[in-house]
């Protein structure tokens, strides 16, 4: 296998929302705010056996999200962020010294935006066409060139639509958090369109389940077709 062994990990309410649909500076209440403790420790040591964690763009543009691990304990995975057209700021807190940065673009990426990413020290890979990265070409690169043997993908929506489309996750591990959020526009853990009735319906083996508080974390694998 000559990608990475990657897993998502995906807090989620009773009604299959990881967010509501928010603005940019708007804080997500599925977080500290609303999460039980023992949930964000258990988020934290997962995202330290990683080598690599990556996100799509919109964690960036609405959370400015940094992806390091809390309270400096450990060493902080590379930070990988999916960014098509390279629309991040280049002031954006995920270009920090923290931790390493990968900015993956694609080969319609403004090349004076691609510019300032590297000028703030990020590693900038090319991989596909248009708005959307080439996943199975970045997983080889991540892989092969920059050695990450183990990836969490964080999110978000459309990032765990496409990475199940391309059959890439080892593991889908899903919290299941006792509150409702509602609302028609809140965003799901996979986005975009249906895989029924056009095209084939992913199914996964339950692996594990275990209750923590009112919580419970589920952890699942792609079921193996004969």
């Given at each position: 296998m000559n990608r990475p062994y990657t897993f998502m990990l995906v807090a989620m309410s009773l009604d299959g929302k990881i967010s509501p649909r928010r603005h940019p500076g708007q804080p997500n209440?599925?977080?500290?705010?609303?999460?039980?403790?023992?949930?964000?420790?258990?988020?934290n040591a997962q995202r330290s056996?990683?080598?690599?964690?990556?996100?799509?763009?919109?964690?960036?543009?609405?959370?400015?999200?940094?992806?390091?691990?809390?309270?400096?304990?450990?060493?902080?995975?590379?930070?990988?962020?999916?960014?098509?057209?390279?629309?991040?700021?280049?002031?954006?807190?995920?270009?920090?010294?923290?931790?390493?940065?990968i900015i993956a673009v694609t080969q319609d990426a403004p090349a004076r935006k691609?510019?300032?990413?590297?000028?703030r020290g990020a590693h900038v890979v090319k991989a596909g066409q248009g708005k959307y990265?080439?996943?199975?070409?970045?997983?080889?690169?991540?892989?092969?060139?920059?050695?990450?043997?183990?990836?969490m993908v964080e999110g978000g929506g459309t990032v765990h639509r496409s990475m199940i489309t391309a059959g890439l996750y080892d593991e889908l591990q899903l919290i299941?958090?006792?509150?409702?959020?509602?609302?028609s526009a809140s965003i799901s853990?996979?986005?975009?369109?249906?895989?029924?009735?056009?095209?084939?319906?992913?199914?996964?083996?339950?692996?594990?389940?275990?209750?923590?508080?009112?919580?419970?974390?589920?952890?699942y694998t792609p079921e193996k077709e004969f």
């Open positions: 209440p599925i977080g500290p705010t609303l999460i039980h403790e023992k949930i964000m420790t258990l988020h056996t990683v080598d690599g964690i990556m996100v799509g763009l919109n964690c960036i543009l609405l959370d400015d999200s940094r992806l390091t691990l809390r309270d400096n304990k450990g060493t902080n995975p590379t930070r990988i962020v999916l960014d098509g057209l390279a629309e991040i700021s280049p002031q954006s807190r995920i270009l920090d010294h923290d931790a390493p940065t691609v510019s300032a990413f590297k000028d990265v080439d996943l199975p070409h970045l997983m080889k690169v991540l892989y092969e060139d920059f050695h990450i043997k183990r990836l299941m958090c006792p509150f409702v959020m509602g609302g853990p996979v986005e975009r369109s249906a895989f029924w009735p056009r095209g084939h319906v992913p199914k996964f083996t339950l692996e594990k389940a275990e209750i923590i508080e009112n919580y419970l974390y589920i952890v």
